[in-house]
C-alpha cells in the first residue's frame, strides 16, 4: 500500500515531460512537413558549409552555420525532432566525425532545442542553451577520443556555439519574429 502513493507521486513529477511529448509527437501532416524541412535544410547546410570551408562545421571551435536553425524550437515544437534528424544525418553522413558524435552530438542538440521550446517566452536565456547543452557534451566527448581536457574543449565549443546563435541565430529569430504573418509555423 506505501508503494502506491510513491508510484504516483512519480507520475506527477513526469507528467509535464509526458504533456510536452504529447505536443510534440502529434502527427499531423504540417508538422512532420515542417520537421522534415527543418532535417534536411540542417543537414544540407552543414554538408555545404563543410565543403565550402572544410573543417568549419567539424572543428573543436566549430562555426555551423546550421546551428543558427536552432531558434526554430522558438516558434513550433517541430524543430526538435527536425534539428535532432538534421543534426544526426549530417554526422552519420561525415566521415571525419567521432564515433559517438552521432549520439551525443543529436543528443546534445535535442536538449538545446528542448530547452529552447520550454524557454520560448525568455528568447535572450534561450539563445545560450546550445552553447551549453553542447558545450557540455561535445566538450566531453571531444575530451575523451582527443584529450585536451574537458573545461578547455567545453569552453571552445560553447564559443563556437555561443557566437552562432548570438550573431547569425538571434538575426534569424529577430527576422522571423518582424515576418511572422508570412509563415505558418
Keep these: 500500500m506505501g508503494a502506491l502513493p510513491s508510484f504516483f507521486m512519480g507520475w506527477v513529477r513526469l507528467r509535464p515531460f509526458f504533456d510536452f511529448w504529447s505536443i510534440v509527437m502529434k502527427k499531423t501532416s504540417s508538422s512532420l512537413a515542417h520537421g522534415a524541412m527543418i532535417a534536411a535544410l540542417y543537414a544540407a547546410l552543414s554538408y555545404l558549409q563543410n ?5 568549419s562545421a567539424s572543428q573543436m571551435i566549430q562555426f555551423r552555420v546550421a546551428e543558427s536553425l536552432n531558434v526554430l524550437a522558438f516558434f513550433t515544437p517541430a524543430a526538435i525532432p527536425g534539428l535532432s534528424i538534421g543534426c544526426a544525418v549530417f554526422n552519420l553522413a561525415f566521415a571525419a566525425a567521432l ?17 529552447m521550446w520550454l524557454l520560448r517566452r525568455r ?17 566531453w566527448e571531444l575530451s575523451f577520443f582527443m584529450g585536451g581536457g574537458f573545461w578547455l574543449n567545453c ?3 560553447a564559443l563556437g556555439e555561443a557566437l552562432v546563435m548570438l550573431t547569425l541565430g538571434n538575426l534569424l529569430r529577430l527576422t522571423l519574429l ?8
Design 155 to 157: 569552453g571552445c565549443v
Design 99 to 115: 564515433p559517438l558524435d552521432i549520439l551525443i552530438g543529436t543528443a546534445a542538440t535535442a536538449l538545446s532545442a528542448w530547452a
Design 178 to 185: 518582424k515576418h511572422r504573418s508570412r509563415f505558418s509555423f
Design 123 to 139: 528568447p535572450w536565456l534561450g539563445l545560450w542553451m546550445p552553447a551549453v547543452f553542447n558545450g557540455a557534451l561535445v566538450g
Design 51 to 55: 565543403v565550402i570551408f572544410p573543417g
